[in-house]
């Protein structure tokens, strides 16, 4: 014996099964992630974009959709995650048309994450490796002058913490690990704002040491080349001060 379904079932689950969401094209889900990340709904644009990345590995939307998958973090301000999927972009489609886009990203993630003077300084050294590269590889690119502008706060940084260590040393009546620390400033900072100050220090420390020679080579220096018209007037002050040793 044949069994019959009643026709108000077939109906129902003929519902039941239309109903199943069906996979649409991979631009639409594109768009949807587009438009989220313009209205700045970064976590909506990611859902979309990883749409895009993970249902349709042979679609040329894809290399594009990693890219935005990478601004949709970095829109939400998680930067791990950003770099992580920039890199994804370089190492899996290098011949992308955003490549030099993503180099760029990945240094402003790092920069976007550096810390006080006090602390680690880990990020500030990737910015400035990542912001080195971009130039490196884009010399033509708009956007070498913002990197460079950059690469100097980054730098800038890096000597004001040495710059405070040199000062603790200096406080503590360290003269020599303090010159040698004001030292390493004048040799790896040069292109810094401290790099004046450090001589101005310099000054006072071989004045110390009952050397005033060396201590009018570094103040002058100061004096004729420096900006900071308060440090310059201060080196002033000290070199009207300064009395030279008698000849025998």
Same mark, same amino acid.
């Given at each position: 014996?044949?069994?019959?379904?009643?026709?108000?079932?077939?109906?129902?689950?003929? !519902?039941?099964?239309?109903?199943?969401?069906?996979?649409?094209?991979?631009?639409?889900?594109?768009?949807? !992630?587009?438009?989220?990340?313009?209205?700045?709904?970064?976590?909506?644009?990611?859902?979309?974009?990883?749409?895009?990345?993970?249902?349709?590995? !042979?679609?040329?939307?894809?290399?594009?959709?990693?890219?935005?998958? $990478?601004?949709?973090?970095?829109?939400?301000?998680?930067?791990?995650?950003?770099?992580?999927?920039?890199?994804?972009?370089?190492?899996?489609?290098?011949?992308?048309?955003?490549?030099?886009? $993503?180099?760029?990203?990945?240094?402003? $993630?790092?920069?976007?994450?550096?810390?006080?003077?006090?602390?680690?300084?880990? @990020?500030?050294?990737?910015?400035?490796?990542?912001?080195?590269?971009?130039?490196?590889?884009?010399?033509?690119?708009?956007?070498?002058?913002?990197?460079?502008?950059?690469?100097?706060?980054?730098?800038?940084?890096?000597? @004001?913490?040495?710059?405070?260590?040199?000062?603790?040393?200096?406080?503590?009546?360290?003269?020599?690990?303090?010159?040698?620390?004001?030292?390493?400033?004048?040799?790896?900072?040069?292109?810094?704002?401290?790099?004046?100050?450090?001589?101005?220090?310099? !000054?006072?420390?071989?004045?110390?040491?009952?050397?005033?020679?060396?201590?009018?080579?570094?103040?002058?220096?100061?004096?004729?080349?420096?900006?900071?018209?308060?440090?310059?007037?201060?080196?002033?002050?000290?070199?009207?001060?300064?009395?030279?040793?008698?000849?025998?």
């Amino acid at each position: 014996m044949r069994f019959v379904l009643p026709i108000g079932m077939l109906l129902a689950l003929w !519902g039941c099964s239309s109903s199943v969401p069906t996979l649409k094209k991979a631009e639409y889900y594109f768009e949807r !992630g587009q438009t989220a990340l313009e209205k700045k709904r970064c976590l909506k644009a990611i859902e979309e974009f990883q749409r895009v990345v993970t249902n349709f590995p !042979g679609s040329s939307m894809v290399p594009h959709a990693q890219y935005y998958l $990478a601004e949709a973090h970095y829109c939400n301000k998680d930067y791990v995650q950003a770099v992580f999927e920039y890199e994804r972009l370089l190492n899996t489609y290098p011949s992308s048309e955003w490549v030099d886009d $993503a180099q760029f990203r990945i240094a402003e $993630a790092y920069y976007n994450q550096l810390r006080r003077v006090e602390l680690d300084q880990q @990020e500030t050294y990737e910015s400035l490796t990542h912001f080195r590269r971009f130039i490196d590889d884009n010399p033509s690119s708009p956007l070498v002058e913002v990197a460079r502008e950059r690469i100097v706060e980054c730098r800038t940084l890096l000597a @004001e913490k040495r710059y405070l260590a040199a000062q603790l040393y200096h406080k503590q009546k360290r003269l020599e690990a303090a010159a040698i620390t004001y030292r390493d400033i004048l040799r790896d900072f040069p292109d810094t704002p401290y790099y004046y100050e450090t001589l101005a220090q310099l !000054g006072k420390i071989a004045h110390k040491r009952d050397n005033p020679k060396e201590a009018r080579i570094y103040w002058v220096e100061v004096q004729r080349d420096c900006e900071d018209e308060k440090l310059v007037t201060q080196v002033e002050k000290l070199l009207s001060q300064l009395e030279e040793p008698q000849e025998d």
